[in-house]
């Protein structure tokens, strides 16, 4: 079955379209106009093995805001479709991912109960073109769009862009983990009979 669904969002604020492969190989076309988030996106592909192409027309004019919170709603909702009813998929995933000194920890669970845990502090505001706040926003933006737990935490670490590219690269191998086929399982991996 094609896991591959293209999902748009069109607002006052921002207008965006995704197309994600959930059985890529990490090729990706990605355009925010957001320099340091196209380079988390890269991240979070290429590590996860999923094709994706993003464009975001937002209003940078106004803050990156809009464009880095709705792209996070729109790619949770292309998360969500993907993986339709999450039959014989493993549900769970996890990674601790080395960055030179920075260490990070990404689990996930595709329950369809958003929770974002969130512990990362950054020492700048802003990263590139990027506000640092806002990576914390993104992630909830996709746990909540995709119904998914996400737990995030540097477990150490100093270089600020290390310890963004960390957390979005974990995620994007925790992802992949979750989505994997289990073919011992016909059924969605839950006591409660779906997901």
């Known amino acids: 079955m094609s896991r591959i669904v293209t999902c748009e969002r069109k607002t006052k604020e921002t207008d965006i379209s995704i197309t994600l492969n959930l059985d890529g190989t990490g090729n990706n076309d ?3 106009g ?3 988030f196209d380079h988390m996106l ?4 290429r590590h996860g093995l999923f094709d994706l192409t993003v464009r975001v027309n937002g209003d940078l ?3 990156s805001h809009h464009t880095i919170e709705d792209t ?10 993907a993986i339709g009813d999450k039959v014989g998929i493993k549900r769970f995933g996890n990674m601790i991912l080395p960055m030179d000194e920075t260490l990070a920890l990404c689990a996930v669970d595709l329950s369809g109960r958003p929770y974002l845990r969130y512990d990362a502090e950054f020492t700048v505001p802003k990263i590139g073109d990027m506000d640092t706040e806002m990576v914390k926003e993104f992630f909830y933006a996709v746990s ?4 998914m737990n996400i737990h995030l935490k540097i477990m150490d670490g100093e270089n600020n862009h290390h310890m963004a590219e960390a957390l979005f690269k974990s995620f994007g191998k925790a992802l992949d983990m979750a ?3 289990e073919p011992r399982i016909k059924e969605a991996w839950t006591t409660k009979g779906s997901l």
Do not use: P, W
Request: proline share 0%; net charge negative; hydrophobic share 45%.
């Open 144 to 147: 909540y769009s995709a119904g």
């Open 34 to 36: 957001i320099g340091f």
């Open 30 to 32: 990605i355009h925010t």
């Open 72 to 81: 996070g709603i729109v790619l949770g909702n292309a998360i969500l479709k």
């Open 61 to 63: 004019d106004v803050d």
């Open 179 to 181: 989505t994997m086929d």
């Open 42 to 45: 890269d991240g979070f592909a």
